[in-house]
T-cell receptor, first 107, second 114 residues
């Protein structure tokens, strides 16, 4: 069973759309959760942490459901610059990365 | 700070050759990680160091792979002999402090073994 599972996409959306990504993880002892962003042929970078109470950073909202072992990322008012691969990351000692969901925002 | 520095950025080599990848972490960071990324397997942790000491190398695929960190500002990942299935992007990342999960990645080395 894969430790962190994501829909690979791609998600094709027009500018201004709202898009949501989901992720499930298998290790119930996982301690911390994150979303990283990876642009094409670039390195991953931390986008935001994910807290149980849910958290928001501008147009981005992350949610965690520990009971269902489920993490989500919502992007409102999509911009062309949001086009990237979004990696769901789970931490238990070290980081375990999902394979990522590709987002393509078109004009 | 210049961020995590990796060299070379691209490496093309023939099967059987030795490959050495280099990494300079961010100054003051005491954790260093080596990852490999492929389309099939995604981003996989190979090995990580704390204060220059290898902590977990369970992700190293086989004995052909070795990593060292002789000092706080330099680490190498060596593949000897290289095989076509080693073709991937190899990232080095560093972080600061125990419990800090924000890792800063270098630009990666794109390795092609023919």
């Amino acid at each position: 069973r894969k430790e962190v599972e994501q829909d690979p996409g791609p998600f094709n959306v027009p500018e201004g759309a709202t898009v949501a990504f989901n992720c499930t993880y298998s290790n119930s002892a996982s301690q911390s959760f994150f979303w990283y962003r990876q642009d094409c042929r670039k390195e991953p970078k931390l986008l935001m942490s994910v807290y149980s109470s849910g958290n928001e950073d501008g147009r981005f909202t992350a949610q965690l459901n520990r009971a269902s072992q489920y993490i989500s990322l919502l992007i409102r008012d999509s911009k062309l610059s949001d086009s990237a691969t979004y990696l769901c990351v789970v931490a238990w000692g070290t980081l375990t990365f999902g394979k990522g969901t590709m987002l393509l925002v078109s004009p | 700070d210049a961020g995590v520095i990796q060299s070379p950025r691209h490496e093309v080599t023939e099967m059987g050759q030795e490959v050495t990848l280099r990494c300079k972490p961010i100054s003051g960071h005491d954790y260093l990680f080596w990852y490999r990324q492929t389309m099939m397997r995604g981003l996989e942790l190979l090995i990580y160091f704390n204060n220059n000491v290898p902590i977990d190398d369970s992700g190293m695929p086989e004995d052909r792979f070795s990593a060292k960190m002789p000092n706080a500002s330099f680490s190498t990942l060596k593949i000897q002999p290289s095989e076509p299935r080693d073709s991937a992007v190899y990232f080095c990342a560093s972080s600061q402090g125990q419990g800090s999960y924000e890792q800063y990645f270098g630009p990666g080395t794109r390795l092609t073994v023919t």
